[in-house]
């Protein structure tokens, strides 16, 4: 580069000021993994091999207890990335743009870009149907990234055994598996993680965003090989729930399932099939996450790593997302930052995907928009002990007018249904964890659930600041 004499005598010190402001800016490697729930190995799960985002726990902060504000891909993943709730996104259903209902949004990585930041993204980060649409951009948000690339994959169709458990679903719902030989370069998750590679080379000196969406463990369950081997089919351990557990569920929760109940009509070895095809597809997915963190610096990068929403893996005879039950609710969600003192260290205070926007707007020195609805939890990640907030919402929709929203509590969830078929749940999370006992019709709960109805009518904002 030609600089000029006056240019060296008066704009050197800019120059040199504005290279030392690039180099201290907190790189962000934004990971998400579809249709996630906890079972990890740092969650406690002694089955499931996750070795690099163990590894990652352990030099960050894992978040216990994180919740999504719709157990829905397309509607978490707006509402996570525009920082605001889905009553004001007003998309509540997939194969929607935010632009189409808030055109004039900041999302999280357009705050990054509007502010110096290289942008970009790999794979699935706003709504992608899968497998139909990948390799596409629909429902993109262009204003949000610099580069972003929809690698394809070959998904269902890729070589190798397999089958679709249960046919009568349509591709994308359905229990499918495919397990493959060789190497994985027809997968679109491997291309995502060697192209952030490449991309995080080309960017070394420069500050960047980068998103990382993979596809799995959304079904197709496709992974090679040496992930099945992990699983034997004996060794997959079935749900256990009550005969009688749905006989307290309401009707309105069975229906916004759509179809998902009961099992899905499995018989138990092909419970244990799915279940195989699910843990190898985390395994492999996580093995992805090890190839592109090998060459993270986390002296310089803050690695935030969250699934869009849980997932049932026949807990109350269910199978996928959309409930309001813990397991689909609840997310994994582990943010590894520069010299925060909490690193290693787990947090069981309450917190929502909607805060990670204003809380990664504070480490890097941003001013989120004024109207995100989120708050931040950057002190959680210096003590990870301190009480946090009182309360997280998720909601969610189903045909025919059917709405539910639920609160939970440290110590309870409530579920309130409106629409055809209103009715109300409560549930003890510390006498009955798994959900399985329905008290909001039982004598005695009749003040608990008046406080907790009037914390749900509240919302987000009647809930105390845990930072002040």
Known sequence: MNLSRRAVLFGAPTLLLAQKTARERLNVLFIASDDLNNTLGCYGNRLVKTPHLN?????????????????????????MLSGMRPDTTRIHGNQIAVRDTMPNVVTL???????????????????????????????????????????????????????????????????????????????????????????????????????????????????????????????????????NDRDDIPKASEITLTGRGDDMGMSEADKREALRGYYA?????????????????????????????????????????????????????????????????????????????????????????????????????????RPWKSAAFTQVTGPGGIEGRAVRTDRWRYVRWTGPHPDEELYDEQADPREFTNLAHRDGYRERIAGLRKVLEGGWRSVPDPSR
């Open 55 to 79: 590894a990652l726990a352990a030099k960050g902060v894992r978040f216990d207890r994180a919740y999504c504000q719709f157990p829905l891909c397309g509607p978490s993943r707006t509402s």
């Open 109 to 243: 990585p357009q705050l990054f870009r509007q502010n110096g930041w290289y942008s970009a993204r790999f794979g699935k980060m706003y709504h992608m149907n899968v497998p139909g649409s990948v390799g596409t951009n629909n429902w993109d948000d262009p204003p949000s990234w610099d580069l972003a690339v929809s690698p394809p994959g070959t998904e269902d169709k890729t070589k190798g055994e397999g089958r679709n458990i249960t046919p009568k679903y349509p591709s994308g719902n359905a229990m499918e598996w495919v397990n493959f030989s060789g190497v994985d370069t027809g997968q679109a998750d491997a291309s995502s993680a060697a192209q952030t590679l490449d991309l995080m080379a080309a960017k070394r000196g420069s500050p960047w965003f980068i998103g990382l969406g993979f596809l799995r463990p959304h079904v197709p369950f496709v992974a090679p090989s040496r992930f099945y081997d992990l699983y034997p089919l004996s060794s997959m351990p079935l749900a256990q729930n009550p005969a």
């Open 281 to 385: 597809s985390v395994s492999y997915m996580d093995s992805l996450v090890g190839k592109v963190l090998s060459k993270v610096d986390l002296r310089k990068t803050a690695v935030v790593f969250w699934g869009d929403h849980g997932w049932h893996l026949g807990e109350h005879f269910r199978w996928q997302k959309r409930s309001l039950f813990e397991e689909s609710a609840r997310v994994p969600l582990i943010v590894a930052a520069p010299g925060r003192k909490g690193n290693g260290k787990a947090a069981r205070g309450l917190v929502e995907l909607v805060d990670v926007y204003p809380t990664l707007a504070e480490l890097a020195g941003l001013k989120p928009p004024a109207d995100t609805e989120g708050r931040s939890f950057a002190p959680l990640l210096d003590r990870p002990d």
